[in-house]
């Protein structure tokens, strides 16, 4: 008989109820960070405005924490850690209206079951009852005590009664930077109440009231110089609203550790809204960057259900479309928008400004005032030498100041710009007054042709001979059939044969070969409702000027002028156009000043 068999053929019994309550509080609480988790959201659904944390040895030798909430009389604290005891629902069908944290009851009972086990609480006054439950839930003893009006939990000696799972803790540092991450999950989304967390006795993190959730963001994930380049945007729609707080293209990571998504009020796991805040922002930083931000959504209890997961990381939404497509098109239009206020006003002139300058400086004025309407076109004319590049004739005025007309002449540049030269093959150097400004040439050009693309796509050609091409899964042929028609009308054209595709037309002058251009257009699936702005920063990016074509003076002099010149100074890609460097650090930089 081998070990299966002999397993198999035990006689079924029924676990004593001791060993039930141990193995089913691990779904709740696995790690001293669970148990911070449910303490917190507990203070929170009992109105604290003041809630503290407090650790010692990870959280597996103490966890405490404590509020100024309404508290519990007596006769409710005898009941409050019985399983599935709880004040906040009384049938299934108040899930469709509960906006608690918690409603199940399960995390006092599953503590007393894996922790020692104490309680204090008063609903005001002096008097205070104190509920003592030794590890494994054993016969609790409430006693008469005295503290203000609020509640204090503490487990102590968390798994000592489980030493098969305390052996899968984590060192006693990495357990409480996790106690600590739970605790900021907390604090991030509830900047009206004031947070402390202590750890070995020592105050390591105060988060005072904010103003708002930016403020609270800040404050809790960010270096202090960092916090001027958040913003927050709202947004709704039908049974819910958002508040996304993003950074602009001066905070990024690279990673996406500094991204967080909330629903009402709990840090979930959701890729779809991970995503669109991504997608959102795509094309504001440079490439294998992330940008800095948060998602919080506040639903209609009865659209979402976050009764899937023990710990309440995962929710299952009923509009969940509707929620993706508010939070990415709200900031691509305030990233386009949103922030092109006045001076007058006191907002900067644009959310994605490298950094704020003087109002009076020569880029701030070209920034919001030098705008050109009709962008030249770069090209190498028939027979010219190599990598010389030209204006290509009949496209429109010269960016010259000199030669502009209507609004823009009337707002020129007020100091002359001189060609100081080139450096590297790769920059453009201009001075104007006591600035140098340092363009690259290939972002210049590459931002000029995408904005003159997203205002009139180029016209398709026909191919002729037409690509043939495979997808890989029927989710990528009705991406394709879903996005057939804007594709069309960014010049491509596309059509399905059986199980396979072919592309009949593309944009006049792409000059991808085959193989590059089936694979770009298969990317176009992860640029989500981003078709055509990641399909345009595609063709401007083969089509722009490279690293190394010689301009002549007059072509370097009028793309640094239209560059210079541009309402957002960032290739779609997202890194700058250009940098400056003015007389004064110059002068520092050789000691003559």
């Known amino acids: 008989m081998n070990e299966h068999t002999a397993v198999s053929s035990a006689r079924i019994q029924v676990l004593p109820p001791e060993e039930v309550r141990k193995i089913a509080a691990g779904e709740v609480i696995d790690r001293p960070a669970a148990l911070v988790r449910e303490f917190v959201d507990n203070a929170i ?17 103490r966890i405490e924490v404590t509020d100024n909430g309404e508290g519990m009389d007596r006769e409710n604290l005898a009941a409050c850690w019985l399983t599935h005891a709880t004040s906040k629902i009384r049938s299934l069908k108040d899930l469709d209206t509960a906006l608690s ?7 006092l009972a599953a503590a007393a079951a894996v922790a020692g086990l104490e309680i204090l609480s008063s609903t005001g006054g002096r008097e205070a009852w104190q509920l003592s439950i030794g590890p494994g839930g054993n016969i609790p003893v409430i006693n008469r005590s005295m503290r203000t009006k609020g509640t204090g939990v503490r487990a102590m000696g968390l798994f000592d009664s489980i030493p098969a799972r305390k052996r899968f803790l984590k060192r006693e540092g990495s357990e409480a930077n996790l106690c600590k991450q739970a605790f900021l999950d907390k604090a991030m989304a509830f900047p009206g109440i004031t947070f402390r967390f202590y750890q070995e006795g020592r105050l390591v993190c105060f988060l005072p009231e904010a103003a708002s959730l930016k403020e609270r963001f800040a404050a809790a994930m960010l270096y202090e110089r960092e916090a001027g380049f958040l913003h927050e945007i709202d947004t709704a729609g039908e ?25 009402n009020g709990r840090r979930i796991q959701d890729f779809s809204l991970q995503q669109a805040l991504e997608y959102g922002l795509q094309g504001w930083f440079p490439n294998g960057v992330h940008p800095v931000g948060a998602v919080y959504v506040t639903v209609e209890p009865h659209l979402a259900d976050f009764n899937i997961h023990p710990a309440k990381r995962e929710v299952r939404f009923s509009n969940a479309g509707m929620i993706h497509h508010a939070i990415t098109e709200t900031l691509l239009n305030f990233a386009r928008h949103g922030s092109l206020k006045s001076r ?21 004025r070209l920034a919001m005032e030098a705008l050109t309407e ?27 100041a000199e030669q502009r007309g209507g609004l823009a002449a009337e707002k020129a540049p007020v100091y002359p710009i001189r060609l100081a030269g080139r ?16 363009i690259d040439q290939h972002a210049a050009h590459e931002r000029i042709l995408f904005d003159r693309f997203m205002a009139e796509p180029s016209p398709a050609q026909e191919l002729l001979v037409p690509i043939p091409f495979d997808t890989e899964s029927a989710e990528d042929d009705h991406f394709l059939e879903s996005k057939a028609a804007e594709l069309k009308n960014l010049g491509i054209r596309i059509t399905r044969e059986d199980e396979s595709w072919r592309i009949e037309a593309l944009p006049a002058g792409w000059s991808l070969g085959d193989r590059e251009t089936v694979r770009k257009l298969k990317e176009l699936k992860n640029a989500g409702e981003n078709t055509a702005r990641r399909w345009a920063a595609t063709c401007c990016c083969h089509g722009a000027i490279k690293d190394g074509d010689w301009l002549d003076d007059k072509t ?16 779609p890609h997202g890194r700058p156009v250009w940098t400056e460097i003015s007389r004064e650090v110059l002068l520092k930089a050789v000691k003559r000043a």
Not at 245 to 259: F, I, K, N, T
């Open 45 to 61: 659904d009992a109105g604290g405005t003041e809630i503290e944390v407090s650790i010692e040895g990870g959280g597996a030798k």
């Open 101 to 107: 944290l918690g409603f199940r009851g399960e995390a």
């Open 239 to 263: 049974g819910f609203r958002v508040s996304v707080v993003a950074g602009g293209p001066e905070l990024y990571r690279s990673d996406r550790r500094l991204q967080y998504i909330f629903a």
């Open 344 to 364: 007058e006003q006191g907002e900067p002139v644009s959310l994605f400004t490298v950094r704020e300058r003087d109002e009076e400086s020569f880029s701030a």
């Open 374 to 400: 009709n962008p030249p076109v770069f090209a190498s004319p028939p027979g010219d030498v190599p990598h010389r590049k030209t204006l290509q004739p009949g496209t429109g005025s010269s960016c010259g």
């Open 423 to 438: 450096l590297f093959g790769i920059f453009i150097l201009v001075e104007a007054g006591d600035i140098l400004y340092i």
């Open 556 to 571: 370097a002099l009028e793309l640094a002028e239209t560059a210079l010149a541009l309402p957002d100074p960032h290739c």
